[in-house]
């Protein structure tokens, strides 16, 4: 014979039950990292770079970043944050995050108009930019290095994600 459990442990094992749904999902990286081929050639530089630029790459945690992934995209690249300089002043610019996607720039701006909600958007030199907020944006100033934003633009010429059509940088608070 069932006994049957009291309201208040139902409920302690219901929230300790979320809890660790949702430890578990802070604890999985942003996205997943392109693979290298593997027959990777010694003798073939950029794939080369985009090898060591890939390994040194540092996935923060997804709970750790505004935007959110790109289904399917691949990390190909991290930078951290750093000091930079502008006339006198010195700031330091937010660490990025960027991913490449087999899907076109199109599509993944229509992905960013409906998952980022409350993000301002422009398009500035041939790329989409969103960043949080209504403050003004540039790329080309300050704004650009110290503003959460998501850039995306044709992808560049990549061997470790030869089908890329659609490069996105994402940059965060830490």
Do not use: C
């Amino acid at each position: 014979m069932m006994m049957p459990i009291p309201a208040r442990t139902a409920l302690i094992v219901a929230l300790l039950g979320a809890s660790a749904d949702q430890a578990h999902s802070q604890g999985r990286p942003f996205a997943p990292k392109a693979r290298p081929p593997a027959d990777a050639a010694a003798n073939d530089n950029l794939l080369q770079m985009e090898i060591r630029s890939l390994e040194a790459a540092t996935v923060p945690m997804r709970h750790l970043v505004e935007a959110v992934p790109y289904p399917g995209a691949l990390v190909v690249q991290t930078i951290a944050a750093a000091e930079r300089v502008s006339g006198e002043e010195r700031y330091e610019s937010l660490p990025v995050i960027v991913l490449f996607s087999s899907d076109p720039p199109d599509r993944v701006v229509d992905y960013y108009m409906e998952n980022l909600a409350g993000w301002s958007h422009r398009v500035f030199l041939s790329s989409d930019y969103f960043w949080m907020g209504e403050e003004e944006f540039s790329p080309l100033d300050i704004s650009g290095d110290v503003m959460a934003s998501v850039q995306i633009r044709d992808a560049r010429t990549s061997r470790l994600v030869p089908d890329a059509q659609t490069e996105i940088r994402i940059s965060y608070y830490p």
